[in-house]
């Protein structure tokens, strides 16, 4: 086999797990803008054109996340993430900016949504790369600690059934 040859990719393939198949396809087809292109028991297949991405879903029972940490769509420009934003929004998705945010070594604007099963994906274009990293990368895990905040902020919250005193509660930890 010659080394020279060039492999003709057609899309990236991915197939998530997901816990409501029904719920998934919802999101799905907010997030892309079309319909699946097959759907069977437990299975959905989105074959997004823009960007190329085979999208498989498969009904499973989980409990936790896995590894994966994040899913991502790269724009051209800051207009292009704040259009895709735009309808998102218009549709009903809930949207987080990250704006000039230095992420993965690069200056980059954002937009993140999550899926019914916690999966989130971000619209980003980087607008200067090879940075030093300012802190460390936390890409995709923000939304998950936004959540976990609002957990231990509903779990600690001073009441007469629960009393804590002021000073045993810390910023990041409690209401």
Same mark, same amino acid.
């Given at each position: 086999? %010659?080394?020279?040859? =060039?492999?003709? &990719? $057609?899309?990236?393939?991915?197939? $998530?797990?997901?816990?409501?198949?029904?719920?998934?396809?919802?999101?799905? =087809?907010?997030?892309?803008?079309?319909?699946?292109?097959?759907?069977?028991?437990?299975?959905?297949?989105?074959?997004?054109?823009? *960007? *190329? $991405?085979?999208? @498989?879903?498969?009904?499973?029972?989980? %409990?936790?996340?896995?590894?994966?940490?994040?899913?991502?769509?790269?724009? @051209?420009? &800051?207009?292009?993430?704040?259009?895709?934003?735009?309808?998102?929004?218009?549709?009903?998705? $809930?949207?987080?900016?990250?704006? =000039? &945010?230095?992420? !993965?070594?690069?200056? =980059?604007?954002?937009?993140?949504?999550?899926?019914?099963?916690?999966?989130?994906?971000?619209?980003?274009?980087?607008?200067?790369?090879?940075? &030093?990293?300012?802190? *460390?990368?936390?890409?995709?895990? %923000?939304?998950?600690?936004?959540?976990?905040?609002?957990?231990?902020?509903?779990? !600690? !919250?001073?009441?007469?059934?629960? *009393?804590?005193?002021?000073?045993?509660?810390?910023?990041?930890?409690? !209401?």
């Amino acid at each position: 086999m %010659k080394n020279d040859y =060039q492999v003709q &990719t $057609l899309k990236a393939h991915v197939s $998530l797990n997901v816990n409501n198949i029904e719920n998934s396809i919802e999101f799905y =087809q907010k997030l892309f803008g079309i319909e699946p292109a097959k759907v069977r028991v437990g299975y959905a297949k989105f074959d997004v054109q823009n *960007p *190329p $991405l085979n999208l @498989a879903l498969n009904e499973a029972s989980f %409990k936790e996340r896995g590894g994966l940490s994040h899913l991502g769509i790269q724009v @051209a420009s &800051t207009e292009d993430v704040l259009v895709t934003k735009s309808r998102w929004e218009e549709i009903g998705l $809930l949207t987080r900016d990250e704006m =000039q &945010t230095n992420c !993965c070594y690069a200056l =980059q604007d954002k937009t993140w949504v999550r899926d019914p099963d916690g999966n989130e994906w971000e619209v980003f274009v980087v607008l200067e790369d090879n940075l &030093t990293e300012a802190s *460390p990368c936390e890409c995709g895990n %923000k939304l998950v600690e936004e959540k976990q905040e609002e957990k231990i902020a509903e779990a !600690c !919250c001073v009441s007469e059934s629960n *009393p804590v005193s002021i000073n045993r509660v810390s910023e990041k930890s409690c !209401c």
